[in-house]
């Protein structure tokens, strides 16, 4: 029954999305942080290719590593190259205010983008999605954080996010997803018993009922996991934008991780607890939201392969920074990316 009901409620999903598919952005500046990204592809795994948009931080210090934000997109904002950045609003964390919120000052952001037609990130992605966040990290040689990775991800995407850890748990740091599309197996469940994760949920989410699917799945999720007082979900009476207007959805949860999960003027989302899985309140203090949250986590997944240090390091980070001028001059030219 369970099962029947969640195919029904994703065809509603489907359509709802469909309609909101040329929805304006919230702000119109975050159309100049969407042309920071550039476009990739991801290797060959077995026939299947994952291509995604991705930012790297404008300067780059010798010696310095970042750590590396994945970001998995909802249902059928995959259709198309860009559309995993241009129907949403991660494209705020490359902003200079929310970069330097990083502990080292900045951070990478890869976001993937599902082959399949609706973007339902099916589980045979998964190891295709992991080659290409480990081909993503060997591009950038040397300068990626392996101990830091995170991943988040909204509705499907917040679903393959906690897919992602509980397959491979050691290498992800934490994570995020908003309203996770999600009848959460016990398997899952106890996959991401060792990962901080913080989930954003609204009580009308109008596919997802608070009481017949959240509020059991995270009291599974809490019940089973490790890091009681590091995990936490957020629950919102309804989503809302930054700016306090209602958005597309009472699903559209994503909008307050995205925008660091304080409103325009600082204040926690009106109409918002958080509790830790213990069930205790936590307060949010602005600028202290999700990034900061992050910041406080770290695994022991590798080394970046081939580490450029010493006088190596030091010419390539000239040369990545070289680049990054190169692309701020042709934008200032008018030289617009290849974003749609």
């Known amino acids: 029954m369970k099962r029947a009901l969640s195919v029904l409620l994703c065809a509603v999903l489907l359509l709802t999305l469909s309609l909101q598919a040329f929805a304006l952005p919230l702000n119109s500046g975050i159309d100049a942080l969407r042309d920071e990204f550039y476009f990739g592809v991801g290797p060959d795994s077995n026939g299947v290719v994952i291509d995604y948009y991705a930012f790297k931080p404008e300067t780059l210090r010798p010696g310095v590593k970042y750590p590396l934000v994945v970001w998995l997109h909802g249902l059928i904002s995959g259709g198309y190259p860009g559309r995993q950045i241009t129907r949403n609003d991660i494209s705020y964390w490359a902003s200079d205010e929310f970069q330097a919120r990083f502990a080292a000052g900045g951070a990478f952001i890869l976001a993937p983008r599902s082959p399949e037609p609706v973007a339902d990130w099916a589980d045979y992605l998964k190891a295709p999605l992991k080659n290409t966040i480990d081909a993503f990290i060997h591009e950038n040689d040397g300068l990626i954080d392996t101990t830091r990775i995170y991943i988040g991800g909204l509705s ?3 679903k393959m996010t906690l897919k992602m850890i ?3 748990p050691e290498m992800f740091a934490a994570g995020f997803p908003c309203s996770p599309y999600f009848a ?3 398997s899952v469940a106890k996959g991401v018993a ?8 609204s009580k009308n989410d ?5 009481n017949t699917w959240i509020k059991p799945d995270w009291d ?7 890091r009681k007082n590091d995990i936490r979900i957020t629950i919102f009476d309804t989503a809302l934008k930054p700016d306090g207007s209602r958005p597309g959805t009472t699903h559209d949860t994503w909008h307050a991780a995205t925008y660091d999960m304080f409103m325009f003027d600082g204040r926690e989302f009106t109409g918002s607890i958080t509790l830790n ?5 936590v307060t949010l203090t602005y600028p202290n939201g999700m990034i900061s949250w992050l910041n406080g986590f770290s695994t022991s997944y590798g080394t970046a392969p081939s580490g450029k ?3 190596a390091g030091f010419f390539y980070n000239l040369y990545t920074n070289f680049i990054a001028l190169i692309a701020r001059i042709a934008k200032a030219l008018g030289l617009k990316g290849m974003l749609g």
């Open 220 to 226: 599974q999720l809490a019940a089973n996991s490790n």
């Open 277 to 281: 899985g213990n069930g205790e309140r």
């Open 206 to 210: 109008v596919y997802m009922g608070y």
């Open 156 to 158: 499907m995407g917040g």
């Open 166 to 168: 509980a397959a491979y």
């Open 184 to 186: 959460l197996p016990d």
């Open 194 to 201: 060792n990962t901080p994760i913080w989930q954003l949920s």
């Open 309 to 311: 240090t010493g006088i």
